[in-house]
């Protein structure tokens, strides 16, 4: 690659970078401008072309674009605070709230590492709890 430079050669950006597995940028030697991929219908394959000049190269891989996300633990497990304003979330009015003895509460169930669970919130007061499976008064 420094061979390429130093003799005025272009080298993908992804390569200077020295990130592997990036997606490179690629330069037309005669005007410099950005080549953009393009389907080359007769052959079949994946070109890299100049839109200013006929230069035109072989893609040596298919990959054009890649977005990678990352995600932490906190924003994959993340429960919204107040559940109680959700029109999508059921509601039921066979609980009982253990805080304030309201009968309405928002229901959803989330995996926990016990398995299942579902989880309360009541409606009045916001306080949220675990179904422990009682039976319903």
Same mark, same amino acid.
């Given at each position: 690659?420094? !061979? ?28 410099? @401008? ?14 890299? #072309? ?10 040596? @891989? ?39 003895? !309201? ?20 409606? #009045? ?13």
């Amino acid at each position: 690659m420094a !061979n390429a430079l130093a003799t005025g050669g272009h080298a993908p950006v992804g390569e200077l970078l020295g990130r592997p597995g990036a997606v490179k940028l690629r330069f037309c030697p005669n005007s410099n @401008d950005l080549l953009y991929p393009k389907e080359d219908r007769e052959l079949k394959k994946l070109v890299y #072309a100049c839109r200013n000049c006929d230069y035109k190269i072989e893609a040596d @891989d298919n990959c054009v674009y890649r977005h990678t996300i990352h995600h932490t633990a906190a924003e994959t497990t993340t429960i919204i605070q107040d559940v109680r304003t959700d029109p999508t979330l059921p509601r039921s009015a066979d609980v009982r709230c253990p805080k304030c003895e !309201n009968n309405e509460a928002v229901f959803f169930s989330l995996t926990t590492s016990e398995g299942m669970s579902l989880f309360f919130q009541c409606v #009045a007061c916001a306080n949220k709890w675990k179904d422990e499976g009682g039976a319903i008064e």
